[in-house]
């Protein structure tokens, strides 16, 4: 499969990538445009943004929907705009050096020298604007709304909403094809985050990584990620075995192992226990409080 565009609305397109079988969106207004995600690598962000300049002459802004790589290493190829994100530049710059050193190593590893290169030399481009809540962008025409929900699969996410369409841009919330990653999620806080965003009965919703889908199939991934949580839970509980949760789940027994590595990352430990407490010596005597008495023999004939 190579690259392509399916159009999920009027002038709202999905992008579809063969690295990492990835999703990135698109929404055209009448006087700019949005562009979701950026892709892996500064060659990969080029290649986005000359397939966009086929859809579209118009300026555009920029939305990340979380700060895993593939979702932003692409930015250098859209020069100065403004970039939406829910994370600061600080952690966006913090995180990227971490994960271009670790996925250029992993990329080395598999024998991809030429895609570990692109990856070590992309120039991070960290948000500019930061989105609290939610705000709508007017992009001509129409107006998009992006909108912080979590913690769920990361501690930034960020989905964008496009009203007038009925679309809604998921980020890696949802993945279509391929189960959720759940490496640095929060598996008990992620269903209600799912839930909530679909809260609106969007018509088509658009994944982080695969096919634009239904809102049906998107209530689907919403229910097994309920069902993760609980068999966390259970487990933490001691209700249910490891070993059950791995056979018995949606995911898979990557995803649930890695589901129950992470709850109990971030799971405080118990409390240390404490010192025996030495016994009580022999009780000290009350304090003797001593009130002098004194006798006044006032002699009034002075
Ligand atoms: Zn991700």
Redesign the pocket.
């Known amino acids: 499969m190579s690259d392509r565009w399916i159009e999920v609305a009027p002038r709202v397109w999905a992008r579809r990538l063969k690295e990492l079988d990835q999703t990135l969106g698109l929404v055209i207004g009448d006087d700019c445009c949005l562009v979701i995600d950026t892709g892996i690598s500064a060659e990969a962000g080029f290649e986005y943004a000359t397939a966009i300049r086929e859809k579209t002459d118009l300026p555009w802004q920029v939305a990340y929907t ?1 700060d ?1 790589f593939d ?1 932003w290493f692409g930015t250098s190829a859209f020069g100065e705009s403004a970039v939406w994100a829910v994370g600061d530049g600080a952690q966006y710059i913090g995180r990227g050096d971490e994960q271009r050193t670790a996925w250029a190593a992993r990329y080395r590893r598999e024998g991809r020298e030429e895609d570990a290169r692109r990856i070590a030399r992309s120039k991070l481009v960290p948000p500019n604007c930061q989105v609290k809540g939610a705000i709508g962008l007017n992009l001509g025409g129409r107006t998009v709304v992006l909108r912080q929900v979590g913690p769920a ?2 501690d930034n996410d960020m989905v964008i909403e496009v009203p007038d369409a009925g679309v809604l841009f998921a980020g ?1 919330l949802l993945e279509n094809g391929a189960a959720p ?1 759940y490496d640095g999620a929060f598996p008990y806080e992620w269903p209600q985050a799912a839930e909530y965003l679909l809260s609106w009965k969007p018509k088509v919703v658009v994944p ?1 990584h695969g096919d634009p889908a239904d809102y049906w199939w998107a209530r689907a991934q919403a229910r097994d990620l309920a069902e993760m949580a609980r068999l966390c839970a259970e487990v933490a509980q001691g209700f249910l075995s490891e070993e059950e949760a791995l056979a018995h789940n949606p995911f898979g027994e990557a995803q649930m192992r890695a589901a129950l590595d992470r709850c109990k990352a971030l799971t405080p430990p118990p409390p240390e226990p404490q010192a025996a407490v030495a016994e009580p010596g022999p009780s000290l005597p009350p304090p003797v409080i001593v009130y002098d008495v004194l006798d006044y023999d006032i002699d009034m004939r002075r």
Request: glycine share 12%.
């Open positions: 979380h895993h979702h699969h990361s890696d990653s982080g």
